[in-house]
């Protein structure tokens, strides 16, 4: 994947438009400006999709159209939610025949700051190519795109609605090319970078100085995530709090999923017994809204999961990653654990209008 400075992505709209300076309104420029100065250029882009507003509105109303499932039952955003930060509160999503998807909805935000994205797959490094995974999956069908490709791509070259929207969004393509497969995939993935969630407590004590965003407990909470005996920042860093300290993909055998059988994890792709039980290490953003938690959705609540995490040391699964050692928190600590967790969450990324439904709104 290639990294891309942010500004450069604007850059690139402006002379692509003919402007000389940003349009207020505009959704690229609400983007960057809901996202910290000092972390602006980690956003990574796909050099073939800079993003362009004409893109990102085009993208909008595709991630709530659900005739982007093959039977018209399910959007995108019936698995992703801005309600719940783009989840969907159920273990394990729905998908278009009724069958359970593999594993739980992850949320969708700060996408752009990722390297990876599937629980157990490691192979794919841009929103641009995970999006096959639910267009295209079959064991089991998500929307179902795997030989309708061409029955549901005519459903939108056929709408007056959408004409001069994928016109605006390809101005250089002709009209005999503007439907196609990619192109639906390079809009939903440009409204899907513009997602970004930066105004949580935590945000707002780390990135814009204000030392009273996180209360006494939190700032306690805080410290314990940090401490040598826990070691959750040795797995949740980063600016989404799931990159890891180590050098390898961050995918980790937790040793709480005894069933191998059930959880296979990262071996079910590669075949490689040592990737037994290995997942995507998750965000940790916006648990507040994002519950239930784990790659199954096991878990309801965040008491829950640090129970599992104290209990780590009776795990004997020979492949658990050695951070996994177990602890022992008192009540207070264990509330300040959790109120530290509680202040990643930013409250206005659900609320913003720019990202909700805009058949509803029309």
């Given at each position: 994947?290639?990294?891309?400075?942010?500004?450069?992505?604007?850059?690139?709209?402006?002379?692509?438009?003919?402007?000389?300076?940003?349009?207020?309104?505009?959704?690229?420029?609400?983007?960057?400006?809901?996202?910290?100065?000092?972390?602006?250029?980690?956003?990574?882009?796909?050099?073939?999709?800079?993003?362009?507003?004409?893109?990102?509105?085009l993208g909008r109303y595709l991630f709530y159209d659900k005739r982007l499932s093959v039977n018209k039952t399910k959007s995108c955003a019936s698995c992703h939610d801005?309600?719940?930060?783009?989840?969907?509160?159920?273990?394990?999503?729905?998908?278009?025949?009724?069958?359970?998807?593999?594993?739980?909805?992850?949320?969708?935000?700060?996408?752009?700051?990722?390297?990876?994205?599937?629980?157990?797959?490691?192979?794919?490094?841009?929103?641009?190519?995970?999006?096959?995974?639910?267009?295209?999956?079959?064991?089991?069908?998500?929307?179902?795109?795997?030989?309708?490709?061409?029955?549901?791509?005519?459903?939108?070259?056929?709408?007056?609605?959408?004409?001069?929207?994928?016109?605006?969004?390809?101005?250089?393509?002709?009209?005999?090319?503007?439907?196609?497969?990619?192109?639906?995939?390079?809009?939903?993935?440009?409204?899907?970078?513009?997602?970004?969630?930066?105004?949580?407590?935590?945000?707002?004590?780390?990135?814009?100085?204000?030392?009273?965003?996180?209360?006494?407990?939190?700032?306690?909470?805080?410290?314990?995530?940090?401490?040598?005996?826990?070691?959750?920042?040795?797995?949740?860093?980063?600016?989404?709090?799931?990159?890891?300290?180590?050098?390898?993909?961050?995918?980790?055998?937790?040793?709480?999923?005894?069933?191998?059988?059930?959880?296979?994890?990262?071996?079910?792709?590669?075949?490689?017994?040592?990737?037994?039980?290995?997942?995507?290490?998750?965000?940790?953003?916006?648990?507040?809204?994002?519950?239930?938690?784990?790659?199954?959705?096991?878990?309801?609540?965040?008491?829950?999961?640090?129970?599992?995490?104290?209990?780590?040391?009776?795990?004997?699964?020979?492949?658990?990653?050695?951070?996994?050692?177990?602890?022992?928190?008192?009540?207070?600590?264990?509330?300040?654990?959790?109120?530290?967790?509680?202040?990643?969450?930013?409250?206005?990324?659900?609320?913003?209008?720019?990202?909700?439904?805009?058949?509803?709104?029309?």
């Amino acid at each position: 994947m290639k990294r891309v400075l942010f500004i450069g992505i604007w850059l690139y709209i402006i002379v692509q438009s003919g402007c000389t300076g940003f349009n207020s309104e505009t959704i690229v420029e609400k983007t960057e400006q809901e996202i910290p100065l000092a972390i602006r250029n980690e956003f990574y882009s796909d050099p073939s999709n800079p993003i362009t507003d004409a893109k990102v509105e085009l993208g909008r109303y595709l991630f709530y159209d659900k005739r982007l499932s093959v039977n018209k039952t399910k959007s995108c955003a019936s698995c992703h939610d801005p309600r719940f930060s783009f989840t969907d509160t159920y273990r394990r999503s729905v998908g278009a025949y009724g069958d359970l998807t593999a594993f739980n909805s992850p949320p969708l935000i700060n996408l752009a700051f990722n390297r990876y994205f599937t629980y157990a797959d490691t192979s794919f490094h841009t929103p641009e190519k995970q999006i096959n995974n639910p267009m295209f999956a079959d064991a089991p069908v998500e929307l179902g795109w795997k030989g309708n490709e061409a029955k549901l791509l005519r459903q939108f070259e056929n709408d007056a609605f959408y004409q001069p929207l994928f016109s605006k969004a390809f101005p250089a393509v002709s009209n005999e090319e503007l439907f196609t497969v990619k192109h639906v995939q390079y809009c939903i993935t440009s409204f899907i970078k513009t997602i970004v969630s930066f105004h949580s407590p935590y945000d707002e004590y780390n990135y814009y100085g204000n030392k009273t965003a996180l209360n006494k407990s939190a700032l306690r909470g805080m410290v314990l995530f940090n401490s040598a005996e826990l070691k959750c920042n040795q797995c949740h860093g980063g600016i989404n709090f799931n990159e890891s300290s180590f050098k390898s993909a961050p995918y980790v055998n937790t040793g709480l999923f005894p069933d191998t059988t059930l959880h296979r994890g990262l071996a079910a792709k590669t075949g490689n017994a040592a990737d037994v039980g290995k997942y995507k290490i998750p965000t940790l953003r916006n648990l507040a809204f994002t519950s239930p938690y784990l790659h199954d959705g096991s878990v309801e609540s965040l008491q829950e999961v640090i129970g599992m995490f104290e209990k780590g040391k009776l795990s004997t699964d020979k492949n658990k990653h050695p951070y996994i050692t177990g602890f022992t928190l008192n009540l207070q600590q264990r509330n300040d654990l959790i109120q530290f967790l509680l202040c990643l969450s930013d409250s206005s990324v659900i609320k913003k209008s720019y990202y909700q439904d805009p058949w509803g709104i029309k």
